[in-house]
C-alpha cells in the first residue's frame, strides 16, 4: 500500500505544481520516484500484461512517431523535448495501470484527483472571470495556461461524479458535492469556450447514457444555465455569444486559420507530418502568407495539430485510441450490468471515465495540448477497470460451475 501512496504522491505533485510553485527541486524526486517504481513493477511483474492490451500498443507508436521526429521533423529540439515527456507519461501509464489494481485504491485516486482540482480551482479564484485573460494558473504545467486548466478541470468532472454517487456518509456525499461545483465554477471561470462546451457535452453524455433520474438530470442543467446567465459577468455572456457568431471573432478565425494550415501541411506530409512539436514553426517559416497578420499560430485541437505533425497514420492512431477506450468502458459497463450477483464494481464506474473522456474529446477540438498526462492516465484507469469485469465474470462462472458440480453429485 506505501507503493500506491507513492503513485498517488507523483499525481498530486504533478498536477498541482508543487515543484513548480512550492518547492524547488521536488520534481527531480518525482521523476527519480517514477523511475524507481517503474523498475520495481518490471522486476516484480513483468509489463507483458499491460503492453499486450490494444491501447497501450497504439500509445507506444504513438511515442515511437514522436521519438522518430527527432530524425524527420523540422525542429528536432521540440521532437526530443515532446518525446521525454512522453516517455514519462508512458511509465506513468503503467504505474497507473499496476498500482491502481482494485477498486478501494482507484475510488482513493478518485478522490484525491478531485480534491486536488478542488483545491485548484479555490488557489485560482482570482483569475476567474477576468476582463483581461493573460496570466499564468498557479498548477501544473499543462494547467498554466487558462484554457488547458479548465480542460482539465472538465476532465475531473466524471470523477467527481462517480465519488459522489457511490457515496454512502452524508459528510463526505457534502465534500464530493462541493469539489464538483468549485470545479464546475473553475470552468467557468476561466472564460473558455471550448472547456464550457466539454462540459456540457460531459454532463450531457452522463445524464443521457448513464443517469436513470433522467427528470432531475433536466432540472439540474436548466437551473445551472439559469444561474450562470443571471450571476456570469457581462464579458463571459458575451465571450460565449461568440460561438455562434465565430466569424467576428479573431480568436475563432485564428484557430479556423491553424486548422486549415494543418490539412495544408498533411497533405505535403502525409505519412510522418511534419514532426512532433513542429507544426508553429513549420507555419511561420513554410506556410505563412504574406497577407496573413502574424507570424506564429498555434493549432488549438489536439486532431488538427496531431493531422499536421504525425501525419494521418497519427491522426488515425489518436481517433483510435479514444474511440476503444470509450468502447471498452461502454463493454465493462454492459457487462456489469448484466451481472446478477454483486460483484464490487459498479457499472457507473467504467461510464464515469467515459464521462472525463468526452470531456477530454470534445475540449481537444479547440485545444491543442495532445502533449499531457490526461490521455495516458484515462486509458490506463480504463484497462484496468475492464481487467476488472473480467476477473469478476470469471469468478462468477467457475462459482457457478462449482455449484453445478454440487448439485450433480447430490443428483
Do not use: C
Not at 513542429?278 to 485541437?301: C, E, M, Q
Not at 471498452?328 to 448484466?338: C, E, F, Y
Not at 492516465?377 to 470469471?394: G, N, Q, T
Amino acid at each position: 500500500m506505501l507503493i500506491f501512496y507513492g503513485f498517488v504522491f507523483i499525481i498530486v505533485v504533478e498536477f498541482f505544481g508543487l515543484g513548480r510553485h512550492y518547492i524547488p527541486g521536488l520534481d527531480s524526486l518525482t521523476g527519480l520516484l517514477s523511475l524507481s517504481l517503474f523498475a520495481y513493477i518490471i522486476f516484480k511483474y513483468g509489463i507483458k500484461e499491460v503492453l499486450e492490451k490494444k491501447q497501450a500498443k497504439l500509445l507506444a507508436f504513438f511515442v515511437f512517431l514522436t521519438g522518430f521526429a527527432v530524425i524527420h521533423g523540422l525542429i528536432s529540439e521540440y521532437a526530443l523535448r515532446y518525446f521525454i515527456q512522453q516517455v514519462g507519461y508512458l511509465i506513468l501509464f503503467v504505474l497507473a495501470y499496476y498500482f491502481l489494481d482494485d477498486v478501494k485504491k482507484l475510488r482513493l485516486y478518485f478522490v484525491v484527483f478531485v480534491l486536488v482540482h478542488a483545491a485548484l480551482s479555490i488557489i485560482n479564484a482570482n483569475k476567474y472571470f477576468a476582463t483581461v485573460r493573460e496570466g499564468a494558473f498557479k498548477a501544473g504545467y499543462f494547467l498554466a495556461d487558462g484554457n488547458d486548466f479548465g480542460w482539465a478541470m472538465v476532465i475531473s468532472v466524471g470523477f467527481a461524479i462517480y465519488i459522489y454517487s457511490t457515496e454512502k456518509k452524508f459528510i463526505f456525499k457534502v465534500i464530493y458535492a462541493s469539489a464538483f461545483f468549485l470545479i464546475v465554477f473553475a470552468v467557468l471561470g476561466t472564460q473558455s469556450r471550448g472547456a464550457a462546451i466539454a462540459l456540457g457535452s460531459s454532463i450531457f453524455y452522463y445524464w443521457f447514457m448513464v443517469s436513470k433520474k433522467k427528470f432531475l438530470g433536466i432540472i439540474f442543467i436548466i437551473t445551472a444555465l439559469i444561474v450562470v446567465v443571471a450571476y456570469a459577468p457581462m464579458q463571459y455572456t458575451q465571450r460565449l455569444s461568440t460561438i455562434s457568431s465565430y466569424e467576428e471573432d479573431g480568436s475563432a478565425m485564428g484557430r479556423i486559420k491553424a486548422w486549415g494550415t494543418a490539412v495544408e501541411m498533411a497533405v505535403d506530409h502525409p505519412v510522418l507530418g511534419v514532426g512532433a512539436g513542429s507544426f508553429n514553426s513549420a507555419y511561420g517559416r513554410l506556410y505563412r502568407k504574406s497577407s496573413d497578420p502574424v507570424r506564429w499560430i498555434s493549432t488549438h485541437s489536439i486532431y488538427f495539430k496531431t493531422l499536421a505533425e504525425y501525419g494521418f497514420p497519427g491522426l488515425y492512431i489518436l481517433l483510435m485510441l479514444i474511440y476503444s477506450t470509450w468502447k471498452l468502458n461502454r463493454t465493462s459497463s454492459i457487462k456489469l450490468q448484466t451481472m446478477s450477483h454483486n460483484t464490487g464494481v459498479t457499472y457507473l464506474l467504467p461510464e464515469a471515465v467515459n464521462t472525463s473522456l468526452i470531456g477530454f474529446a470534445t475540449a481537444g477540438l479547440f485545444l491543442g495540448g495532445i502533449n499531457y498526462p490526461h490521455v495516458f492516465l484515462i486509458i490506463a484507469i480504463s484497462l484496468r477497470i475492464h481487467k476488472f469485469v473480467e476477473d469478476a465474470a470469471s469468478d462468477l462462472e467457475n462459482n457457478q460451475q462449482e455449484f453445478n458440480v454440487v448439485v450433480n453429485k447430490h443428483d
